[in-house]
């Protein structure tokens, strides 16, 4: 039912695909919103957070081109799910994934620990400062909107890497791709995906020394 939704909606990569059909969604939601895992819609986690709809989440894993190998940075573990989908993938690199609120993080880390996944760091604390001692990273991907890119992750983005981010305030946000190329790795080239809608990234970085 996944892969149909997906692939329905232009989803192409086999590997998401594959990914999205392995994580069972119920298991990242509220034992009362189990019956909702599979709409295509953002749903509640708590803590005045959700869970990105399945096509979103298809979407920017397929934008980032996660290799098998990478080493990738998520801003926002939130329910874990998006952590989850990039450490299927990269199952021979390493997922680093922080979060600020320490009721989410932990059971996100229950949440993994059930899955298997054992390639997957967590972190407490402000994801607009990004893991500077982990850097560079091959992808960062970003699970809340900010009204620029934080200078700290387009600074931690190595070569050939993507950096992937809903820009914007809560009434307009785009999805954007940054790509830093491999021949060239002083520039940064900007792209955008569409129209989305998240939940605004809380820091004080989001806000000042942005691009």
Sequence with gaps: MVMRQLAGRGIRDTRVLVAMRWA????????????????DAPLPIGNGQTISQPYVVALMTERLRPARTDRILEIGTGSGYQAAILAYIASAGKVFTIERLPDL?????ER??????????????DGAAGWPEEAPFDGIIV?????????????????????????????????????????????????????????????????????
Excluded at 105 to 109: A, K, R, T, Y
Excluded at 167 to 183: F, K, M, N, T, W
Excluded at 196 to 201: A, E, I, K, T
């Design 105 to 109: 993080l932990v059971e996100s880390e």
């Design 143 to 211: 699970g809340a909107a900010a009204p620029r890119v934080p200078e700290p992750l387009a600074a931690q983005l190595a070569p050939g890497g993507r950096l992937i981010i809903p820009i914007g305030d809560l009434s307009s946000q785009e999805l954007v791709i940054l790509e830093r190329p491999a021949d060239a790795p002083g520039k940064l080239v900007q792209r955008e995906a569409g129209a989305v809608r998240f939940v605004p990234l809380i820091s004080r970085l989001a806000f000042t020394e942005g691009m």
């Design 24 to 39: 069972p969604r119920e298991w990242f939601l509220p034992p009362h919103l189990g019956p909702e895992a599979y709409s």
């Design 112 to 125: 993994f620990r059930r899955l298997g996944l054992t390639n997957i760091e967590t972190r407490l604390g």
